[in-house]
């Protein structure tokens, strides 16, 4: 059974950083892309960075220039580095990738997620 597990969350202040790793386990055939969403009270679920089988990496217009994601597909492991945060950058960050178990048809998979806190 696939799994994805997050870590790296905490309370930081304003202007700080953080790294998130998003690391998965199983019988994993092939990785197609990798996604971080993120979540906030209140509100929808949003992207905020993805990365294709290719590497292209795109980001969302409210993180662009501030966040990196960074890892290896092939390593199935995965990072999002968070520079100059802002308390509007809390929420609850998940990770997710589209991939396919050995033997198994491509799907969907969702790390537990991880808190992120920006406040003084």
């Known amino acids: 059974q696939v799994q994805l597990v997050e870590s790296g969350g905490g309370l930081v202040q304003p202007g700080g950083s953080l790294r998130l790793s998003c690391a998965a386990s199983g019988n994993i055939g092939s990785v197609y892309s990798m996604y971080w969403h993120r979540q906030a009270p209140g509100k929808q679920r949003e992207l905020v960075a993805e990365v294709s089988r290719e590497g292209t990496t795109t980001y969302g217009d409210s993180v662009r220039g501030r966040f990196t994601l960074f890892g290896d597909n092939y390593e199935n492991t995965w990072y999002l580095q968070m520079n100059n945060l802002k308390p509007e950058d809390t929420a609850v960050y998940y990770c997710?990738?589209?991939?396919?178990?050995?033997?198994?048809?491509?799907?969907?998979?969702w790390g537990q997620g991880t808190q992120v806190t920006v406040s003084s």
């Open positions: 997710s990738a589209l991939l396919a178990e050995i033997s198994s048809p491509l799907r969907k998979y």
